[in-house]
């Protein structure tokens, strides 16, 4: 039986109520760790692994302050019995002296297609005391070898979305089953006259002649004694965007051709027997009730075509085809690793009007990425159509143009054609929307609330992060950017869910660091590193990952190819990402080598929408371009030294040194102490551009134009807008910044609040200009980029850092910032090592900040004040506490170096 899954965070509670509270625990005992949460390549218990060299991790816990790992022992075994009798006879590591406890490298003997191993740890504390063995758990391989694959592609051309069927017959008890699919564009798959997992939209989007996803499914509990049948639901997805009698939709750059199949069933017999069902001509096909599919343009479903049974054995084929052969879309096979897609929460219509003889308009309350589940009672052949709008016309009729309509021709749509038996409940397979609005034509009577709901389905990322503060104002923007952020995660991260649905990389720069403090978000961003590489074939990476080719190659753009490895570094130890893109990365160095001119480098789209424009106002291309050189140059240093190319790292530390000298010489004021504007001064703080001992007058040329040449507005673009809250915290503009935060006229937020907006509009929310191309109510109402500045809620607010030299929150910088501008904050993150939470309020008289760290990591706290002796933990003087190192005092804050545990500092006399 399979056991229930208990998510990071739930087990996390649950494990410290057992510390704090006394509850017995079989390995409760004073001073001992227990190791819990075993991963294999961030997954729990994952199928499918193609790693040769799986990386392991597990958490630790414990009772007791300063608790750390100084060796370990991983014992990898065949089957169950030999781990439980202790016995690694694929790998005993024996025990191995470090303190790592996140990625490390299996290495036991060779690995076998499709073979499931199991594994357990267990660790020796700082003083040699054992932890006793962790649970079991495992991993298993996919498919390794090309002739692994045994079955043959397979399609049917139909301008409907093809079914295909293949029965077989089971005479023996079957220990395991798997499935092993790759259905592109998009797969349904059942078995037995059941749907097979939870993932919809299935397998996520890629170059698919560079590679291709396969997904694995267990399906041992399906398999039945007798005639089994497994059907498929093909549907064109991003393979196929052109649909006959219907044109083509959407980006008209890319199309691969007819949705196609390849599929193999591996039975493993209790006898020790085994047997592979494949895809090839023996499989059936015919054409299914989806009449009609486009990710942009919609669904069209008849639910008279319905053909009841044809999942199951015994089925009556007789009237179907056989399958035809297909073409391999040429790409590597790959398993599909990053978490999928899945249908993630009901929303309730809050409200439905009628403006118009026989048209009702559903408000759902908020903007979000999915569809519309509908349920009613109709005479067959009734014709029930859903169009989908982020906006209202003053008639209170939906105005898709927000949608992209002058884009893509199409305005987002549904039709379900009724089969006239009692009660129907029906939603899309192969489209989703970005939508708040939905309009229904066609309805018998009047539709009540009970009638449709909508379903939030984004890439299902577990959640990490939970931030909450005395701001409501900040509150709203936190879950604004998080609904921005999930309707646009759908196996790639795309810059709206409907008029583009591109990977831009830009918008991929400003999101990686706010994706991953709120998500655990490592296999998401290595699938999209992977697809830059496979879309720049070779070359610069283009604007657009994966499948575009219009995007152009620009270097700001570009600068996400350095930015998300080293975002995946930071947050979680990862080398192997660098390891594997790393001539990559050092091509497009020298791409921006060769067209710096002086170090200077002028080509770049530049910092978007600043407020009222699309195209930049004050901040030149040459200036941001340039900023991101030199981001790129210093990511470049450190990750070349860590993957021990020495010679690389100090080539680009001496880059770095003349990137900034040329940058200081072309574009700072020395006499004026600025850069010329409130994004300029913004960016050149937050990637240290600014020449030594003037930071703070820069910073303060920042607050000074934001308050008297703005009147306390923002006015910068996209770039600007990703840091000029934490450079104002960081050098004291609290006020300011606060101030900026609750602006209810244009820009700002409260402005953009009061026009209606749940999610971040692509522009500051400006009325509509006379060229509505360009500017307006035609840009998107959901663009995740406008919240990329909310990571500072965690690093800024709460305070909770990385530490470059020891990543993935081994040692972890506590430095919270606009401490005298709120009443209490509260931040959490679960990192690849723990739980780190972090919570301090200002009472009347006091500054109180209770810290928790995980075991086997340590911590750097800056306290705000700059008197050692006003500063307690718990009823102790902080310097003497068990546990915490007075370390110095610096910029105005006590520094203290803590080890894992839970602190309670407390400053008086403020």
């Known amino acids: 039986m399979e056991r229930i899954k208990i998510t990071n965070t739930v087990r996390l509670i649950l494990l410290s109520a057992l510390l704090v509270t006394g509850i017995s625990c079989s390995e409760k005992k004073a001073g001992i760790i227990m190791v819990s949460d075993l991963k294999c390549e961030y997954r729990d218990n994952p199928l499918g692994v193609e790693n040769s060299a799986p990386r392991l991790s597990w958490l630790l816990h414990a009772s007791e302050r300063d608790k750390i790992q100084s060796a370990y022992q991983i014992l990898v075994a065949s089957s169950l019995d030999k781990l439980n009798n202790d016995t690694g006879d694929i790998w005993d590591s024996q025990k191995v002296k470090t303190d790592r406890s996140v990625q490390v490298p299996f290495q036991g003997d060779e690995l076998g297609s499709c073979t499931r191993y199991y594994w357990k740890v267990r660790i020796w504390d700082e003083n040699d005391k054992s932890s006793g063995w962790s649970e079991s758990a495992f991993w298993e391989m996919g498919l390794l070898h090309p002739d692994d694959w045994k079955g043959k592609w397979i399609a049917y051309d139909s301008d409907h979305a093809p079914l295909l069927r293949k029965e077989f017959e089971i005479g023996r008890e079957v220990k395991d089953a798997r499935v092993y699919i790759s259905g592109i564009g998009y797969c349904e798959l059942s078995m037995n006259g059941e749907k097979i997992g939870d993932h919809v939209l299935d397998p996520g989007q890629t170059d698919y002649e560079q590679r291709t996803f396969y997904v694995v499914y267990d399906v041992t509990e399906n398999i039945i004694r007798g005639t089994n049948a497994i059907g498929v639901m093909l549907g064109n997805g991003w393979y196929h965007q052109t649909a006959v009698n219907h044109g083509r939709y959407g980006w008209k750059d890319v199309d691969y051709g007819i949705p196609r199949l390849l599929c193999q069933v591996h039975l493993a017999y209790a006898d020790g027997t085994r047997e592979i069902i494949v895809s090839d001509e023996t499989w059936k096909s015919s054409s299914g009730p989806v009449i009609f599919n486009n990710v942009y343009a919609g669904e069209r479903y008849d639910a008279r075509m319905e053909q009841d049974g044809w999942d199951t054995g015994g089925f009556d084929d007789s009237g179907w085809g056989k399958a035809e052969p297909a073409e391999s879309p040429g790409g590597t096979l790959v398993s ?64 898709p143009a927000s949608t992209g309509v002058y884009a893509t021709g199409v305005v987002q749509t549904d039709t379900y054609i009724c089969k006239g038996e009692g009660t129907e409940i029906w939603e899309p397979r192969f489209t989703y929307h970005g939508f708040q609005y939905v309009e229904i034509t066609g309805f018998p009577g009047i539709p009540t609330k009970e009638n449709l709901e909508g379903i939030v389905v984004h890439t299902a990322l577990e959640e990490t992060g939970e931030f909450e503060c005395s701001d409501s104002m900040a509150n709203k923007l936190h879950q604004t950017a998080l609904w921005t952020l999930t309707g646009n995660l759908h196996s790639i991260p795309t810059d709206c869910p409907h008029r583009e649905r591109c990977g831009w990389l830009g918008d991929a720069f400003l999101i990686a660091d706010m994706s991953s403090y709120n998500f655990d978000a490592a296999l998401f961003w290595s699938k999209f590193i992977r697809d830059i590489e496979t879309s720049r074939r070779g070359g610069v990476p283009v604007n657009i990952s994966p499948g575009r080719r219009f995007g152009g190659q620009t270097p700001d753009w570009g600068a996400a190819f350095i930015k998300l490895p080293w975002t995946l570094y930071l947050f979680y130890n990862d080398t192997s990402i660098i390891s594997e893109h790393y001539e990559g990365m050092k091509f497009f160095m020298d791409y ?103 930071a703070e007058a820069v910073a303060q040329s920042l607050d000074r134009d934001l308050r008297e040449t703005h009147n306390g507005h923002i006015a910068t673009g996209i770039f600007g807008s990703r840091y000029i809250h934490a450079m104002l915290a960081k050098y004291g503009y609290g006020e300011t910044l606060k101030n900026m935060l609750h602006k209810e006229t244009f820009p700002g937020y409260g402005y953009l609040f009061s026009r209606g907006a749940t999610t971040f509009w692509e522009n500051w ?40 030299g020891n990543p993935g929150f081994k040692h972890i910088i506590l430095r919270p910032q606009f401490v005298n501008s709120l009443d209490w904050a509260s931040a959490r993150y679960n990192s690849i090592h723990g739980l780190i939470s972090s919570k301090w309020e200002n009472t009347t008289d006091a500054f109180i900040w209770k810290v928790s760290v995980p075991v086997n990591t340590t911590a750097t706290i800056h306290i705000p004040t700059d008197v050692r002796d006003n500063v307690l933990e718990g009823n102790t003087l902080a310097s003497k506490a068990n546990g915490v190192t007075f370390l110095r005092v610096e910029n105005g804050q006590c520094v203290y170096k803590i080890g894992s545990g839970d602190y309670l500092f407390k400053v008086s006399d403020r």
Not at 348 to 362: D, L, M
Not at 770 to 797: C, L, M, N, V
């Open 592 to 694: 921006m080598d060769q067209i710096a001119e002086n170090d200077i480098i002028h080509k770049g789209i530049g910092s978007l929408f600043s407020p009222g424009r699309i195209m930049p106002q004050e901040t030149p291309p040459a200036f941001t371009s340039t900023a991101l050189y030199l981001f790129c140059s210093e990511a470049m240093a450190r990750m070349a030294r860590v993957t021990g190319h020495e010679e690389d790292a100090s080539r680009y530390e001496l880059l770095s040194r003349k990137i900034r000298k040329a940058f200081n010489g072309k574009f700072y004021d020395p006499a004026g102490k600025t850069y010329g504007g409130q994004e300029k001064n913004a960016l050149a703080l937050a990637f240290g551009l600014v020449p030594e001992g003037e």
């Open 336 to 399: 599909q690793k990053i978490p999928q897609i899945k249908r993630i929460k009901t929303i309730q219509p809050v409200h439905i009007s009628n403006p118009h003889p026989g048209v009702y308009v559903y408000d759902m309350g908020q903007n979000f990425s999915g569809w519309a589940r509908l349920r009613l009672k109709a005479d067959k052949g009734t014709e029930i159509q859903l169009r989908f709008a982020e906006w209202l016309e003053e008639d209170g009729m939906i105005d």
């Open 765 to 804: 929310g400006e009325e509509s200009f006379e060229d509505r191309e360009s500017h307006g109510d035609t840009r998107s109402k959901s663009h995740p980029f406008q919240g990329g500045f909310t990571a500072w809620f965690y690093d800024g607010i709460g305070g909770i850092n990385p530490d470059p």
